[in-house]
């Protein structure tokens, strides 16, 4: 069974960390570009960070930038996102996916990816 699973979620105080991983089972995550994306109640999922597989490229949107950090660990087919300044604004589910086409991240268009887990719930208070 294909399938990602995202955990390390969990309640921080606002200028905290987490560290959120995504594990992959059924499939290798090395063929594969992975996205890290977030939802808050009542808006829209939004990208937050990518990793091409091709070359190990990383790529933010401006919320991320300079405060997470996207890894992949390749033994453990897992990708992790370090979350350092945690702000309360950063409140979402995060999900990890996978680009539908390769290995290289294209943009941060969510209809680009697929295999959705089933996400995993950052709270940050002020």
């Known amino acids: 069974q294909v399938q990602l699973v995202e955990s390390g979620g969990g309640l921080v105080q606002s200028g905290g960390s987490l560290r959120l991983s995504c594990a992959a089972s059924?499939?290798?995550?090395?063929?594969?570009?992975i996205g890290w994306f977030r939802q808050a109640p009542g808006k829209e999922r939004e990208a937050v960070s990518c990793?091409?597989?091709?070359?190990?490229?990383?790529h933010y949107t401006d919320s991320a930038k300079g405060r997470f950090t996207i890894s992949r660990d390749r033994a453990k087919n897992t990708v992790y996102l370090q979350m350092n300044s945690l702000k309360p604004e950063d409140t979402a589910v995060y999900y990890c996916?996978?680009?539908?086409?390769?290995?290289?991240?294209?943009?941060?268009?969510?209809?680009?990816?697929?295999?959705w887990g089933q996400g995993t719930q950052v709270t940050v208070s002020s």
């Open positions: 996916a996978t680009d539908r086409v390769g290995s290289d991240c294209r943009g941060p268009v969510v209809a680009d990816f697929g295999s």
């Open positions: 059924g499939f290798t995550l090395d063929y594969y570009a």
């Open positions: 990793i091409s597989s091709s070359d190990g490229s990383t």
